[in-house]
């Protein structure tokens, strides 16, 4: 079992950069691909970004791609998700997601275990 709790959401004017947490406990975590989601009111719940268990592997949304970046930390057992040039568009909720599995995947069918969320507002 897995759990995971992230953290580092706010409210942040456009063009500012935020740093999303999401710490895990349980064992294993290294051998876990992890993800980011993200849910806007109204909308279904979409992938952000995903890093394999190793850190080298990396795929990202292409509406993050260049903004974002994904990072792990193995021996802190958490995953980060560093957001620069925020706009108004990227206001959701973030979810962290660990799936037991060496590969990369863009799914949420796809991941097993659920952070809580944490709320990113950019205003314009």
């Known amino acids: 079992q897995v759990q995971l709790v992230e953290s580092g959401g706010g409210l942040v004017q456009a063009g500012g950069s935020l740093r999303l947490s999401c710490a895990a406990s349980g064992r294993s975590f290294s051998s876990y691909t992890m993800g980011w989601f993200r849910q806007a009111p109204g909308k279904e719940r979409e992938f952000v970004a995903a890093?394999?268990?190793?850190?080298?592997?990396?795929y990202y949304a292409d509406s993050v791609k260049g903004r974002f970046t994904i990072s792990r930390d193995n021996a802190k057992n958490t995953v980060y998700l560093q957001m620069n040039s925020l706009k108004p568009e990227d206001t959701a909720v973030y979810y962290c997601?660990?799936?037991?599995?060496?590969?990369?995947?863009?799914?949420?069918?796809?991941?097993?275990?659920w952070g809580q969320g944490t709320q990113v507002t950019v205003s314009s």
């Open positions: 997601a660990a799936r037991n599995a060496r590969f990369l995947a863009v799914l949420q069918y796809e991941y097993d275990y």
């Open positions: 890093i394999n268990w190793s850190g080298v592997g990396t």
